[in-house]
């Protein structure tokens, strides 16, 4: 599996949501500059995480973008799946039933695939961002939030 910059982006921009303890609505531009990336392809992420239920927007002055649920009730897998990436293997093929050792082998790389999606689904928002404070705090940053 290849992280590609839309699910990266995508977990970045959401991290920087969960810092909103109080649920306040932050502005595409905030993230974006807070975190380094680019407004244009950032507002198209935070659309399809809309799509997908995992950020609300709220229009107006105030307004801007907030998480739909809690840290932890979003999977690393579901911010993934919303942005179009995917670990499903390349490519799909059925090896000739005379070679054993293709069975095996496209069997073993089934498996995997098996656990890298069971893996993503099990790791939520708020365990990266624990793990990002831990690391912060390991390196004696306080406030700096940039992923």
């Avoid at 239920?53 to 801007?64: E, F, T």
């Avoid at 890298?116 to 990266?128: I, N, R």
Wanted: proline letters at 5%; aromatic letters at 6%.
């Amino acid at each position: 599996m290849k992280l590609t910059t839309r699910g990266h982006y995508s977990v970045k921009a959401l991290l920087d949501l969960s810092l909103q303890v109080d649920g306040t609505p932050v502005s595409v531009k905030a993230i974006a500059s807070r975190q380094d990336l680019p407004a244009p392809y950032l507002e198209k992420l935070l659309i399809e995480l809309r799509q997908a239920g995992i950020v609300r927007s709220i229009r107006g002055a105030r307004g801007g973008y907030q998480l739909a649920r809690s840290p932890a009730e979003i999977s690393v897998g579901e911010i993934f799946e919303a942005v179009g990436e995917t670990v499903e293997p390349l490519p799909r093929h059925e090896p000739a039933s005379s070679h054993a050792e293709d069975w095996v082998t496209l069997s073993l790389w089934r498996q995997l695939h098996r656990k890298l999606h069971e893996a993503l689904h099990g790791v939520s928002l708020a365990d990266l961002y624990y793990d990002a404070r831990s690391w912060q705090a390991a390196q004696g940053e306080e406030t700096n939030f940039v992923i």
